[in-house]
T-cell receptor, first 115, second 116 residues
Framework: AQKITQTQPGMFVQEKEAVTLDCTYDTSDPSYGLFWYKQPSSGEMIFLIYQGSYDQQNATEGRYSLNFQKARKSANLVISASQLGDSAMYFC????????????FGKGTKLSVKP | EAGVAQSPRYKIIEKRQSVAFWCNPISGHATLYWYQQILGQGPKLLIQFQNNGVVDDSQLPKDRFSAERLKGVDSTLKIQPAKLEDSAVYLCASSTSTSGSYNEQFFGPGTRLTVL
């Protein structure tokens, strides 16, 4: 079965340090997209970054970068220089060629940034 | 540009009652999604519309849930009758994507439903 896994229920990081949130996926489909979303306590899902399966370079968006290791089927999110406002739930999600754009989400990782 | 609007933000009902949620997507977005997010889990797709047609409703409990998207713009999601396990946040999202392409989905603030 095609699935996506986030193994870290919760993570702590010191303010201004970098943190890596893990995400692995399992698919035999060659064409897929990987997303990371942030969900603060207010509840809204905020798009952070996207990586396509055929993209040659790792995606970056400001302080967010995606460590894409295709052979290992992992798509870890790296947040550099953590800020207090980064405290939130983080969800990895993917969509594959047969899903017509539907996102399939992992269970999420709760990140807490300590001052 | 206005984001995805949802109402109400919160709803508390008794089991076996009915409830409806409303979503207004970003102007021009052809694709609209309804997700259910149970506490402690990631969102799960309930139904996807492309304009006013249903693309995927395979995970929609059709015995109690229904959804429509009249004129390809606003959408309503209804639960009738509600069960305790329907307590969740219902998220609406929209995107410009057509079938098979990968585009960012923009989410609304969600409706938090509590069934007592």
């Amino acid at each position: 079965a095609q699935k996506i896994t986030q193994t870290q229920p919760g993570m702590f990081v010191q303010e201004k340090e970098a943190v890596t949130l893990d995400c692995t996926y399992d698919t035999s489909d060659p064409s897929y997209g990987l997303f990371w979303y942030k969900q603060p306590s207010s509840g809204e899902m905020i798009f952070l970054i996207y990586q396509g399966s055929y993209d040659q370079q790792n995606a970056t968006e400001g302080r967010y970068s995606l460590n894409f290791q295709k052979a290992r089927k992992s798509a870890n999110l790296v947040i550099s220089a953590s800020q207090l406002g980064d405290s939130a739930m983080y969800f990895c999600a993917w969509t594959y060629g047969g899903s017509q754009g539907n996102l399939i989400f992992g269970k999420g990782t709760k990140l807490s940034v300590k001052p | 540009e206005a984001g995805v609007a949802q109402s109400p933000r919160y709803k508390i009902i008794e089991k076996r009652q009915s409830v409806a949620f409303w979503c207004n997507p970003i102007s021009g977005h052809a694709t609209l999604y309804w997700y259910q997010q149970i506490l402690g889990q990631g969102p799960k797709l309930l139904i996807q519309f492309q304009n006013n047609g249903v693309v995927d409703d395979s995970q929609l409990p059709k015995d109690r849930f229904s959804a429509e998207r009249l004129k390809g713009v606003d959408s309503t999601l209804k639960i009738q009758p509600a069960k305790l396990e329907d307590s969740a946040v219902y998220l609406c999202a929209s995107s410009t994507s057509t079938s098979g392409s990968y585009n960012e989905q923009f989410f609304g603030p969600g409706t938090r439903l509590t069934v007592l």
